[in-house]
T-cell receptor, first 114, second 116 residues
């Protein structure tokens, strides 16, 4: 089945460490790619999105993601995390091949130790 | 700007009972979505409305779930009768335009349903 996969369910790291969260999807054709974040006790909110142009996308709070079409990937990165980045991160894909339904990955819980 | 409002925040029911969730999207947002998020999984789309018409309900279990969006504003999602596997967080989201593929969604805080 076509899907969105996030490689890690849980990530634990210390402040100032670098973060990279993997996301792969299996849809061909045109895709729109998103990373959403849910901080503890808060609602899901958009971190960044890609739909065309420069495959390196910069979002809020120092996050960036790179779309690599040949690898069907849209990995999220941050060079130096802070304790406040503790959250659950969801990759999501809106693909024409999937009827333009926004399909989410299973999420990655990130814990940043102070 | 007020966000997407959902109520109740929590609901506990026994299996075979009925339950309803309410959502008030951001003012002026044309498109409204209901998602189901089971523990440990990402949100799954149940139904999408554009104004008061259904755009996509292909993943809505229609034998027990129903949803409506009267007058293109508020929406309710109902489960009747509930099953144990319906335990999840039910998220409402809205977007300003016509549900274009690259649109940002604004999410509510969700209703956490526990079916015992």
């Amino acid at each position: 089945a076509q899907s969105v996969s996030q490689h890690n369910h849980h990530v634990i790291l210390s402040e100032a460490a670098s973060l990279e969260l993997g996301c792969n999807y299996s849809y061909g054709g045109t895709v729109n790619l998103f990373w959403y974040v849910q901080y503890p006790g808060q609602h899901l909110q958009l971190l960044l999105k890609y739909f065309s142009g420069d495959p390196l996308v910069k979002g809020i709070k120092g996050f960036e993601a790179e779309f690599i079409k040949s690898k069907f990937s849209f990995n999220l990165r941050k060079p130096s995390v802070q304790w406040s980045d503790t959250a659950e991160y969801f990759c999501a894909v809106n693909a024409a091949a999937a009827g333009n339904k926004l399909t989410f990955g299973g999420g990655t819980r990130v814990l940043v130790k102070p | 700007e007020a966000g997407v409002a959902q109520s109740p925040r929590y609901k506990i029911i026994e299996k075979r009972q009925s339950v309803a969730f309410w959502c008030n999207p951001i003012s002026g947002h044309a498109t409204l979505y209901w998602y189901q998020q089971i523990l440990g999984q990402g949100p799954k789309l149940l139904i999408q409305f554009q104004n008061n018409g259904v755009v996509d309900d292909s993943q809505l279990p229609k034998d027990r779930f129903s949803a409506e969006r009267l007058k293109g504003v508020d929406s309710t999602l109902k489960i009747q009768p509930a099953k144990l596997e319906d335990s999840a967080v039910y998220l409402c989201a809205s977007s300003p335009l016509t549900g274009a593929p690259n649109e940002k969604l604004f999410f509510g805080s969700g209703t956490q349903l526990s079916v015992l």
